[in-house]
């Protein structure tokens, strides 16, 4: 945890990645005064064969540890998630009213492409291609293989997220890459259109992939969380 004021910044990362997918973002963030959390989900970050050990469960109570620790120490919390990160953040937000905030970077609640994985033996194996980032120099950490096991943990997750977009009231804010080879934008159209939030708003990437933590139009995913923050933590104080 990077310590900084009252307002707090859990950050998620998605699928096979790790809190260094999230990390300039999260440098960011902390650099304009935030407290911010990045915590690495079980399975994630050591061997893809730990993947098998671990289940949507247990990510999700690696997010809910997070937000309770920050909750400590912050009166004003808000929630950034990337891809199935951004699954996590919805299904965290469903259950807690208080969040002030989530903000999602192409985040998964359908994903066409791993449904072959349903019927496939959970014992298997599935070689990964390399991260969809559109930035040249960009090196994610991450595995090169996965157990279909954690596929259909995903699925499943994503499955049992989606009933509950209607229980999201805070404020939700997407950034959505134009051009995702992983998730299909229309994830977030989906998303948009059923959580209950007064307010909802979608930027869209011009110049990303589906890793848009690390890609080319971070800058300006930057500057809009911070305006973002700001607006909003301002308005939940008034409240």
């Known amino acids: 945890m990077l310590e900084g004021n009252s307002i707090g910044v859990l950050l998620c990362h998605g699928f096979l990645g790790t809190p260094q997918s999230m990390s300039d973002l999260g440098q960011a963030v902390a650099a304009q005064g935030y407290t911010v959390s990045c915590p690495r989900l079980p399975g994630h970050g050591t061997h893809f064969k730990d993947l098998e050990r671990f289940s949507s469960n247990d990510w999700f109570a690696r997010i809910e540890k997070a937000y309770m620790e920050l909750k400590e120490s912050c009166s004003i919390i808000f929630v950034i998630g990337q891809s199935m990160g951004g699954t996590l953040t919805l299904d965290l937000a469903s ?41 040249a120099d960009a090196v994610e950490i991450t595995y090169s293989e996965a157990p279909v096991k954690a596929y259909h943990e995903l699925l499943r997750y994503m499955d049992l997220v989606k009933p509950k977009l209607a229980d999201i009231h805070c404020p939700v804010i997407a950034f ?62 008034s409240i």
């Open 176 to 237: 959505q890459s134009l051009e995702d080879h992983i998730v299909p934008p229309s994830n977030t159209d989906y998303i948009l259109s059923k959580v209950q939030s007064e307010t909802k708003r979608k930027f869209e990437l011009q110049d990303s992939y589906h890793i848009a933590s690390m890609d080319n139009d971070l800058e300006f995913i930057i500057q809009k969380v911070h305006q973002i923050i700001e607006k909003e933590a301002v308005l939940s104080k």
């Open 95 to 135: 259950r807690y009213g208080d969040i002030a905030g989530i903000l999602l970077l192409n985040p998964a609640i359908d994903i066409p492409s791993f449904e072959t994985y349903r019927e496939e033996s959970a014992k298997g194996y599935v070689d990964e291609d390399k991260p969809d980032i559109k930035k």
